[in-house]
């Protein structure tokens, strides 16, 4: 079955609002498959803390509207999960609200 992830990014100062979101999120959307922790770190390609959910393929034209209004500002970052990495985090996502840069480096196989 084909997923997608989505990314909720926060700055440190909003890991209060983020914990209320990812609550609201968890609650108004059980089709999600995984809820991550908030990460109160820059990881891996992301610039910004975030916390990671798991978007069924079936269900993405539902979600994404849904996220959009519970997102309360902060960006999201949308990708499928698929072998090429760099492809998924660029030219196959999509962002609600603003577009924030990735660490592409560490995408890319060397």
Known sequence: M???HGHI???E???????IIRENIAKALPQ???IGRLIAK???PHSKPMFEIHIPASEIEKITPALD???QGLSVLIHP???NELEAHTV???WLGEALPLDLKVLTKT
């Open 2 to 4: 084909q997923t997608f």
């Open 9 to 11: 990014y926060f700055l």
């Open 13 to 19: 100062n909003e890991i209060d609002r983020a914990a």
């Open 32 to 34: 999600l498959t995984y």
């Open 42 to 44: 820059p990881v891996g």
């Open 69 to 71: 209004e519970m997102r």
């Open 81 to 83: 999960v698929q072998e």
């Open 92 to 94: 196959s996502a999509r």
